[in-house]
């Protein structure tokens, strides 16, 4: 018999005759939510969360009973998809009593792994947004103090303390002021050392990321972070407890400000030569020849080169000996005073 | 840092941040510490919470204050009348180690006869600090041992920073504080490679290593590695020299790697200018900016998480970056760049088919960086330089036995405050500040949405006494000018700020505080003085 072929997510694939789309994506290697589903009993349809998006057919259908077709186009994480899942999921989890730590399978459960996977992180209750970095949701806090002592001892900033609610300690701001009037530097010290759900940041570090640790380009202090790469892209960064400038702390910027400004749509990616005042774009070999006879016009004391702080060692060292040998001046200099 | 290296031969940090905490007594002066080196003020912090006493000198009250043992609000641009004064104090009340002094350095006689110049009275006058806090200030320096100084660019940002910095070392030499864990003189530096790029020779007068251009031993012996001749032995122009050459049309052809002058040098106005002059303008950045914009190349350089290649930290440490991701489109590394450049103008020496390669090369031409090679820094390790071979352990304090240049050396300084004074047509004092949540002119963090949520606009800080004089209420819109230019943003009226002063960033293109200051440079360091010019400010 011949086999089928389909796309998952864009992605090419073939599956035997009789196939369901949930066999296509696990053999592509994508992964669809499932709670009903198991392989040795028939398809229920009954959770509803392994639904996906078929291209030319309304509706949502379960991938667990729609049969593989040939030319088939499959879409399994769209946010209409997503949303329907959130919901579905949402109804079963109110109907699923008591807590989890009572639970003999706690921590080995299915229904927690996907809940962690589908549902975002809940907000609802006390969870204070008063900044873009990371929230506070007190009915998780266990008073342990660990970011209050972190908020004292580390960073001196003091901006989360025990203050007494109803005669009893309580770890918050003073006069519950937001976070930006509290002198907070928004480092993330205390979402470090947070043990629950009490502390977590607004963009969570992806697990299963790629890890990759390198050095903070802001400030002369040279924190390491560890960065999580996801397709080639920066999500996250924490500081490295073992980096020997910050043993395990950073601050906002290397924190939260390196990936957006990598990544940035605005960066310059091919050489441009400025014709009548429009920048228009050249072949690297084009650009590099022109800028190089353009220097050799000049005599020494024509020239002058301005270095960066912001690059390394070796680009730094390149930059001053073809000042000095290809150049023949020593007018080479950075903005050393800022 | 051209104070440092007259005092002591370096001008690099003399200890390191892990020595911080070991310190029992921390003078902070022009140094918003928590805001600019966050993770520094960890130290800082730590050490306090073991018992160490700190000491803050600033014009603003600084968050770092707070947990201070004494906190010095003194003037914009005076600090080296309150410098010299707790000198005085050291001296004249015989706390100063006189053991030390005569050991290890020279020239005290001319120094303590400088000193008679700074009586308190005059002091607490110029500075607006009580006599009895400087000599509470002096005191506790001088009786805490070890004692620290860090300091940062409220010191080195003035017309005189340089005697700024003599005078730190003269306080440090005058309590046998330098060569010792726990004490020394701590520059710390702003961008996160001005350590590395000084290291470097990225300076007019010196090779790699500090090795000067006008020792003609020096100039063979990169003659003959680099295998070329005629190595110029005149020292070359600084930054605010070379783009008063380009104004004059002596300098006509630029090559800008990284900067962006046209935001971060004083009187920007006149910088944009100035820029357009030139004949050929080659930029290489990561980003358009308001300086490339008047460039006629334009090349398209890596970003640091791109790159593979070191970083020497502000306590001289050498770290390893490693390459996070793939670089965008075209960009390619700034060495790769300059390097083809030079090889197609037909010099020789730039074969390198790796950053490693280039680091060879500054292990085998520059003695401090001897031993960091590649291999080591792949291995983890992470020394501080000066590390003349592979088995060196690395140098965490400078000057234990002797000073790099033999003796310390005291220098005499006579007084002198800003170049320029409030007057009744420019009545207010303008001093820049940075914010946590920005960096330098932004081009980097002011891509990050929640960076520039908690900070993405000039204000223009007043106190409220200041404020009621003016009439403007917070928010208000207003326009502040010097003699150069002017500038509009809106007010935030806060108590943190001292009568008359005024406070501005130069972070953003709009209403940057480069366009109200002084060029007047300080004649050693060719640094400007961004710290204090005269403004006017009207309601508008
Ligand atoms: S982010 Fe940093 S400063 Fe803010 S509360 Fe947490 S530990 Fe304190
Ligand atoms: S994380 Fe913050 S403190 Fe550390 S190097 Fe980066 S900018 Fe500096």
């Not at chain 1, 309580?170 to 002021?177: E, K």
């Not at chain 2, 017309?159 to 730190?168: I, R």
Request: proline fraction near 6%; hydrophobic fraction near 40%; aromatic fraction near 6%.
């Amino acid at each position: 018999m011949k086999d089928i072929s389909l796309t998952i997510n864009g992605c090419d694939v073939k599956v035997r005759q009789g196939a369901t789309v949930l066999d296509a994506a696990k053999a592509a290697g994508v992964f669809i939510p499932t709670l009903c589903h198991h392989p040795d009993l028939k398809p229920a349809g009954q959770c509803r969360l392994c639904v996906v998006e078929i291209e030319g057919s309304r509706g949502l259908p379960e991938s667990c009973a729609t049969p593989a077709e040939d030319g088939m186009r499959v879409m399994t994480d769209t946010p209409r998809v997503k949303e329907f899942r959130q919901q579905a999921l949402g109804i079963i989890l109110d109907n699923h009593a008591g807590k989890c730590i009572e639970c003999p399978a706690n921590l080995d459960c299915e229904l927690q792994t996907l809940a962690a996977e589908i549902m975002p992180i809940e907000t609802k209750q006390l969870a204070e947004t008063d900044n873009p970095f990371f929230r506070r949701d007190y009915l998780r806090c266990v008073q342990c103090g660990r970011c209050v002592r972190m908020c004292h001892e580390i960073r001196g900033a003091g901006a989360v303390i025990f203050r007494e609610v109803d005669g009893e300690p309580r770890v918050g701001t003073a006069f519950n002021l937001p976070l930006p009037e509290t002198g907070c530097q928004f480092c993330g010290a205390c979402v470090d050392v947070c043990p629950t759900g009490a502390l977590t940041f607004i963009q969570p570090i992806p697990k299963g990321a790629q890890e990759i640790a390198s050095i903070c380009p802001y400030c002369g202090v040279g924190c390491r972070l560890i960065f999580s790469v996801v397709d080639g892209r920066i999500k996250a960064a924490r500081p490295d407890p073992a980096g020997p400038a910050n043993l395990g702390q950073a601050c906002v910027k290397g924190r939260f400000g390196i990936g957006e400004y990598t990544h940035s749509p605005d960066r310059l990616v091919a050489p441009l030569i400025a014709k009548d005042g429009v920048f228009t774009p050249i072949s690297w070999d084009e650009a590099l020849n022109r800028v190089a006879e353009g220097f050799r016009k000049y005599q020494p004391d024509e020239v002058a080169v301005i270095a960066s702080a912001k690059m390394t060692n070796e680009d730094n060292f390149v930059a001053q000996k073809f000042a000095r040998a290809a150049l023949k001046t020593n007018s080479i200099d950075h903005c050393a005073r800022l | 840092m051209a104070g440092l290296a007259k005092t002591f031969g370096s001008g690099a940090m003399t200890n390191t941040l892990e020595d911080i905490a070991e310190s029992k007594c921390i003078f902070a002066i022009g140094t918003n510490t928590t805001q600019t080196h966050p993770v520094t003020g960890t130290r800082i912090r730590r050490a306090v919470m073991n018992g160490a006493r700190l000491i803050v000198a600033n014009p603003l009250e600084i968050p770092m204050a707070k947990y201070a043992s004494l906190f010095l609000q003194l003037r914009p641009g005076t600090d080296l009348a309150l410098i010299m004064s707790m000198a005085r104090v050291i001296v004249d009340e015989g706390l100063a180690d006189m053991t030390y002094v005569k050991a290890r350095c020279e020239n005290f006689a001319a120094f303590a006869e400088s000193l008679k110049a700074y009586d308190l009275d005059f002091v607490s006058e110029t500075t607006g600090v009580s006599q009895e806090k400087i000599r509470d200030a002096a005191r506790m320096y001088a009786e805490t041992d070890p004692a620290a100084i860090i300091y940062s660019m409220g010191i080195t940002q003035h017309s005189h920073g340089t005697d700024n910095v003599l005078a730190l070392g003269n306080l440090a030499l005058l309590t046998g504080n330098v060569g010792i864990r726990g004490g020394g003189v701590n520059p710390l530096r702003g961008q996160n490679n001005v350590q590395g790029a000084c290291d470097m020779g990225a300076l007019p007068n010196v090779y790699s290593g500090y090795q000067p251009v006008t020792d003609q031993q020096v100039k063979e012996k990169f003659e003959q590695v680099w295998g070329v001749s005629g190595l110029s032995t005149e020292v070359g122009l600084t930054l605010p020299q070379m783009l008063q050459k380009i104004d004059a049309g002596k300098i006509k052809a630029l090559y800008l790697i990284g900067e962006n002058p046209a935001l971060s040098e004083p009187n920007i106005k006149h910088v944009t200018e100035t820029l357009k002059k030139l004949e050929l303008f080659v930029a290489q950045d990561i980003f358009q900016n308001e300086s490339t914009v008047s460039a006629h190349f334009i090349l398209p350089a890596q970003a640091a998480m791109e790159k593979e290649g070191t970083f020497t930290s502000t306590e001289r440490r050498v770290q390893l970056l490693n390459r996070v991701v793939e670089p965008p489109g075209e960009a390619r590394p700034d060495w790769w760049i300059t390097a083809e450049i030079a090889k197609r103008m037909g010099a020789k020496g730039f074969n390198y088919s790796a950053s490693a390669d280039v680091l060879k090369e500054i292990n085998a031409v520059t003695p401090s960086y001897a031993g960091i090679t590649p291999k080591r820094l792949k291995s983890g390790d992470a020394p501080h330089w000066p590390c003349p071979s592979e088995d060196h352990p690395g140098t965490p304090i400078l000057h234990t036995r002797t000073f790099t240049r033999g003796k310390g050396f005291f220098a005499p300084i006579s007084y002198k405050g800003p170049a320029e004074l409030p007057d009744e047509a420019f009545p207010f004092v303008l001093t820049t500040d940075r914010s946590l949540f920005q960096f330098h002119t932004a081009t980097m963090s002011g891509r990050s949405a929640a960076l520039n949520e908690m900070w993405g606009r000039q204000r223009v800080r007043i106190s409220p006494a200041t404020a009621k004089e003016l009439g403007v209420a917070d928010g208000d819109m207003v326009k502040v000018s010097s003699r150069r230019g002017e500038a509009q943003a809106r007010a935030m009226v806060t108590p943190k700020v001292v009568d008359k002063i005024v406070v501005m960033d130069f972070h953003f293109a709009e209403a940057n505080a480069n366009l109200l200051t002084n060029p007047a440079c300080d004649p050693m360091s060719g640094i400007p003085e961004f710290k204090v010019c005269a403004v006017r400010v009207q309601k508008v």
